[in-house]
């Protein structure tokens, strides 16, 4: 995250409200032509009073972390990079799965939000163990509203990239 790249595309493809996906061009190369500085964000960043796809639900472990497929399709976006005062990273075990689990706890214009992390850098940096909880100041965080599932007509918000 925070790198400034030069891809060739062949066309824009949204996809409900994932409309910032676009086909990349059969072997397109990825050139890096710089990277951002966290001053020269600005307009890229989400504004901060503004609310991350509402109304939204918690899951049995998160908070505030999906939102019902109507509400997905009715927006037109799926991507926000957010720069939250502080968050907070901690690890618990998810039974179901029997693995280990990393969730991102801010606010965000004010709602409270524990969201699961997906980036698999930050994971394997921050799984440090169950129970264990890591502050961060300052960090950006790229999020994700997924795809909607079927089985249960919702569509979950991911940490997909953390950049400390």
């Known amino acids: 995250m925070l790198d400034m790249v ?18 990349v061009k059969n072997g397109a190369r990825w050139r890096k032509v710089g990277t951002a500085l966290p001053h020269q964000l600005g307009g890229a960043l989400f504004p901060p009073n503004r609310p991350l796809w509402l109304p939204a639900q918690s899951t049995y472990t998160g908070r505030n972390d999906q939102v019902t497929s109507q509400v997905a399709h009715a927006s037109n976006w799926s991507l926000a990079l957010l720069n939250p005062a502080t ?30 992390l997906t980036d698999p850098v ?29 089985q249960k007509n919702t569509a979950s918000k991911l940490v997909a990239r953390l950049v400390v």
């Open 87 to 116: 968050c907070v990273v901690d690890v618990s075990f998810n039974k179901f799965s029997e693995s280990n689990e990393v969730w991102v706890s801010f606010a965000w214009a004010s709602v409270p939000h524990k969201i699961k």
């Open 122 to 150: 930050q994971f394997a940096r921050f799984n440090t163990g169950v129970g264990h909880s890591h502050t961060l100041e300052n960090a950006f965080l790229c999020l994700s509203l997924a795809h909607v599932w079927v």
């Open 6 to 23: 030069e891809i060739d595309f062949d066309a824009h493809r949204p996809e409900h409200h994932q409309t910032e996906n676009w086909l």
